[in-house]
């Protein structure tokens, strides 16, 4: 079957970086996502990996190792904003997006 | 407006009730899908429209019932729901409605509540 791994919680303090993992394993790989989703509101894109490697974007990252089914995505700077869940979704080979069921992500003064 | 919007914004039913719930984006997309959310577990794909004809139905109880009337519109009529059924309920549009890089873009979503 098809499956992604995200912890279910985490807790992190104002002005440190945070390392949220995912991994899977799906039957093919197209691309891997990552949304962030405050509670009660949509969930919105953050980035997208196709290719291994780390993608910067301000003060979050996204790195990708397709040979490890591997993906985590890094946040630096943490401000009390980014407490939210973090979704990770891959693209299987019939372009199907296999959703994990997020991390919650706590952030504390 | 922008963006993809939702009404209601929250809903109470009873079991024997019939409600609508609407979807709408504005971004000039071509494909357009529900979702269900419940806590603690992924997002469950309900239906998919892609240039308005439903390419996707994972297995959803007939009880929801989908309807696109064009490329900007979407609506999930609900009947005869079950408590279980309570959940917050996203729509997303994505520009293709496939590859690798079609980006999906949400609502804010339905917070259902079924009695």
């Known amino acids: 079957g098809q499956n992604i791994d995200q912890p279910t919680e985490m807790t992190a303090t104002e002005g440190a970086i945070v390392q949220i993992n995912c991994t899977y394993q799906t039957s093919g790989f197209n691309g891997l996502f990552w949304y962030q989703q405050h509670a009660g509101e949509a969930p919105t894109f953050l980035s997208y990996n196709v290719l291994d490697g780390l993608e910067e974007k301000g003060r979050f990252s996204s790195f990708l190792s397709r040979s490890k089914g591997y993906s985590y995505l890094l946040l630096k700077e943490l401000q009390m904003k980014d407490s939210a869940s973090y979704l990770c979704?891959?693209?299987?080979?019939?372009?199907?997006?296999?959703w994990g069921a997020g991390t919650k992500l706590i952030i504390k003064p | 407006e922008t963006g993809v919007t939702q009404t209601p914004r929250h809903l109470v039913m009873g079991m024997t009730n019939k409600k609508s719930l609407k979807c709408e984006q504005h971004?000039?997309?071509?494909?357009m899908y529900w979702y269900k959310q419940s806590a603690k577990k992924p997002l469950e794909l309900m239906f998919v429209?892609?240039?308005?004809?439903?390419?996707e139905n994972n297995s959803v109880p007939s009880r929801f019932s989908p309807e696109c009337p064009n490329s900007s519109h979407l609506f999930l009529h609900l009947h005869t729901l079950q408590p279980e059924d309570s959940a917050l309920y996203l729509c997303a549009s994505s520009p293709d409605g496939g590859g690798g890089a079609d980006t999906q873009y949400f609502g804010p979503g339905t917070r259902l509540t079924v009695l």
């Open positions: 979704a891959v693209t299987d080979s019939n372009y199907q997006l296999i």
């Open positions: 971004l000039g997309h071509n494909a």
């Open positions: 429209y892609n240039f308005k004809e439903q390419t």
